[in-house]
């Protein structure tokens, strides 16, 4: 099978500890892989080293050509500076120096309207930010979406539409999506393969043979209850 990404013994260790320790799984071109875990399992450890934005050992190999569109859980920027959407997909246009998918294209495609785009990103309500940060991500055609926690400060209705728009999106540019989320129906819904993230031990495979009650209890330190529906 053709695979976008191959991680064999990924360990990342800071600060005096291993955060990852011998990690090792496959994501095949155009699926959906969603990393799950308790907070402090390193999940955003994973994605930086992904990208090489943090030292490690072991293996990362991305297939060839492979071009990465990276969604953080939040923007290191004050909310109240006087910037707009378009001042950001603008500064992100002049980074990637591409004739790719033009600013309008992503932001009509994240179905984010230019007008609210224009308005300064301190007006932005939370999902409208989401979706600002996840056009300036398409911009440069990446192959490869990066996902850490799409919703993240976003109200409970604005969720759903958050994953069912990145869903879209990954179905219309043939994209590879690998995705951080607390959201087990959205795991179980969307992902092709899941990582579940642990320091006793992870576990990768389909949602419905990793995401048993079971898995789940040891996994997050707590029975949860889990419905199936068809």
Not at 20 to 33: C, I
Not at 167 to 182: A, D, F, P
Not at 191 to 219: D, Q
Request: proline share 7%.
């Amino acid at each position: 099978m053709d695979h976008a990404l191959v991680v064999e013994g990924l360990s990342v260790a800071f600060g005096g500890g291993e955060v990852l320790r011998d990690l090792s799984f496959s994501v095949p071109t155009g699926s959906a892989l969603a990393v799950i875990g308790p907070n402090g399992a390193g999940k955003t450890v994973l994605f930086r080293a992904l990208i090489g934005a943090l030292p490690h050992r072991g293996v990362v190999r991305w297939a060839p050509g492979i071009r990465i569109g990276y969604v953080p859980q939040k923007l290191d920027i004050e909310r109240d500076l006087p910037v707009t959407g378009h001042d950001l997909l603008a500064a992100k246009a002049s980074v990637v120096r591409t004739a790719g998918l033009a600013s309008a294209e992503a932001l009509e495609l994240v179905g984010l309207p230019a007008e609210t785009a224009r308005r300064p990103i301190g007006a932005l309500s939370g999902g409208q930010f989401q979706r600002l940060l996840l056009a300036m991500a398409l911009l440069g055609q990446p192959s490869v979406l990066l996902c850490d926690e799409p919703t993240a400060g976003v109200d409970e209705p604005g969720q759903e539409a958050l994953y069912e728009m990145i869903r879209r999106v990954q179905e219309v540019r043939g994209l590879t999506l690998l995705l951080i989320s607390h959201e087990l129906n959205v795991v179980y819904r969307y992902a092709t393969n899941v990582l579940c993230l642990s320091r006793e031990r992870p576990c990768f495979g389909p949602p419905s043979e990793v995401l048993t009650p079971a898995a789940i209890k040891a996994l997050y330190g707590a029975p949860l209850r889990v419905h199936r529906h068809d």
